[in-house]
């Protein structure tokens, strides 16, 4: 996994534009396969959810920013305003499941962690038994959406089931989820980060909603995460920003603006400090 040194502007593509490739599916979710050699030369983000399970794969699939190398027996999950693009190899298997918000909805709370622990670990590799568990749930849901009266209830069923293996195996593999299952105060600050980051980036602010000092909650990071308060704060903004600024829709003051800083000047500070250039040399020009 590396960044990629490859910023462009990344448009967003709807649901609606991959109903014509279908291989089944209804209003709420799309079953499509991978089979092949498959490049996206250009990063672009969804306005959906989208799963897909890897059989067996090699390339490169960069999401925002970062390259992962992909592997057999794999998911990858992509969040409503993730960027991405990739290169299949012509040993590619797979599938995915293209999803509606709201649809996610109905079964998020079985993602059991914050969705920015996913978005940050967005490729989990899987043990042979949940492979062949989720597998199993896709094929069945594939077969489900055959049906000219497919159920919705069973397929948030098994989209659940989904979620929850995804859930477990994100525990095994990522030592932030264990230490979030189980410390209830770290879990609940990763959560008001994901409500309150743009508006709220101090340490004691996260500090009083929980009850507790702003030095216990640096104490907290550092010991279970390795990392401070105020960096784990800060990553969550500028995972953001970069978001933002692979969207040529917004300006760089109207970025600032929607993630909460002052003025223009502030936010090019926090971001070279956090990446290293600037927002207009990661983006690419002004």
């Not at 709201?102 to 709370?109: C, G, S, Y």
């Not at 989904?162 to 525990?171: F, H, N």
Request: hydrophobic share 35%; proline share 2%.
């Amino acid at each position: 996994m590396q960044k990629s040194n490859s910023q462009q502007f990344a448009p967003t593509i709807g649901i609606h534009s991959f109903r014509k490739e279908q291989i089944v599916g209804r209003t709420e979710i799309i079953f499509n396969e991978l089979n092949g050699e498959k490049r996206i030369i250009s990063p672009h983000k969804h306005d959906f959810f989208i799963i897909i399970l890897f059989d067996q794969a090699s390339g490169i699939h960069t999401i925002d920013a970062i390259d992962y190398t992909i592997g057999n027996k794999e998911i990858h999950v992509l969040f409503p305003g993730q960027t991405h693009k990739w290169h299949l190899k012509e040993n590619t298997k797979g599938y995915q499941f293209m999803i509606e918000p709201n649809f996610l909805e109905q079964f998020a709370p079985f993602f059991r962690f914050s969705i920015t622990n996913y978005q940050n670990h967005p490729v989990i590799k899987l043990s042979e038994d949940s492979y062949k568990k989720i597998s199993y749930e896709f094929q069945e849901i594939k077969e489900e959406l055959k049906r000219e009266n497919s159920l919705l209830q069973l397929l948030r069923a098994r989209a659940a089931v989904i979620a929850t293996i995804i859930s477990t195996e994100a525990e095994e593999v990522f030592t932030e989820f264990k230490v979030y299952q189980s410390n209830e105060k770290l879990a609940k600050f990763n959560m008001l980060i994901d409500e309150f980051y743009k508006q709220q980036k101090s340490v004691t602010f996260y500090a009083d909603k929980l009850h507790i000092s702003a030095n216990y909650l640096n104490i907290l990071c550092k010991r279970n995460l390795k990392i401070s308060a105020i960096e784990l704060i800060h990553q969550r903004v500028s995972i953001e920003a970069k978001r933002h600024l692979q969207n040529n829709k917004l300006t760089i003051k109207e970025i600032a603006y929607d993630l909460g800083f002052s003025n223009n000047s502030y936010f090019s500070v926090f971001f070279k400090n956090q990446t290293g250039i600037s927002p207009s040399d990661f983006r690419g020009h002004d």
